[in-house]
């Protein structure tokens, strides 16, 4: 079943406690993001890959780090968690064809992952 | 830059009434617009898309046209079912890139 997986699905931690969350992929899809959730705003990218060891920020990235070593995973990294990370996370995967416009790709999203820093 | 704007919710309907969640848009060159839904405790997921100005995506009963003129896509269905409480995200895609701009989201809930 070509899915995308997240672990854990719920986190409670403390600041400052390094943490890491995995997502992986079974679709061979070049292009993964993250994504973080909060009420009132939708879903905003924190990072996104385009292929192995191609990394890039998205418009929230500041607290956050990524890895790209393998094509199947892309884990969110907090260095150091703060409260303000306090967030439903969401990694999500799609082919990558650049067009013109926008990309047309149907994006399939993880199961989320909920984070508390305490 | 580019963003995405839809109604407020939630949105409380009775079972069988017709739907409609607002969604504008302001973005540069020709964007991909998408609905995508979550039901509770899950990710998200594809409702419908569409790439051109005038293209009408449909899926499960819904629909949305993509109206150029008015920068618009506007999420319909004629009879709402309990089993369509979720929430419902218009997003975009621009530029050529993957990233998606995503509304707020509207909260839907559907009483028998």
């Known amino acids: 079943e070509a899915q995308v997986t997240q672990n854990p699905r719920y986190l409670i931690t403390v600041t400052g406690k390094k943490l890491t969350v995995t997502c992986s992929q079974n679709m061979n899809h070049e292009y993964m993001s993250w994504y973080r959730q909060d009420p009132g705003l939708g879903l905003r990218q924190i990072y996104y890959?385009?292929?192995?060891?191609?990394?890039d920020k998205g418009d929230v990235p500041e607290g956050y780090k990524v890895s790209r070593k393998e094509k199947r995973n892309f884990p969110l990294i907090l260095e150091s968690p703060s409260p303000n990370q306090t967030s439903l996370y969401f990694c999500a995967s799609s082919p990558l064809r650049i067009s013109g416009g926008g990309s047309t790709d149907t994006q399939y999203f993880g199961p989320g992952t909920r984070l508390t820093v305490l | 830059g580019d963003s995405v704007t839809q109604m407020e919710g939630p949105v409380t309907l009775s079972e069988e009434a017709f739907l409609t969640i607002n969604c504008t848009y302001t973005a540069t060159g020709y964007p991909s617009l998408f609905w995508y839904v979550q039901y509770p405790g899950e990710g998200l997921q594809l409702l419908l898309k569409a790439t051109k100005a005038d293209d009408k995506g449909s899926n499960k009963g819904f629909e949305a046209t993509y109206r150029k003129e008015t920068t618009s896509f506007h999420l319909e269905k004629g009879s709402v079912q309990v089993s369509d409480s979720a929430v419902y995200f218009c997003a975009l895609t621009s530029g050529g890139y993957n990233k998606l701009i995503f509304g707020a989201g509207t909260r839907l809930a559907v009483h028998p």
């Open positions: 890959s385009m292929n192995v060891e191609v990394t």
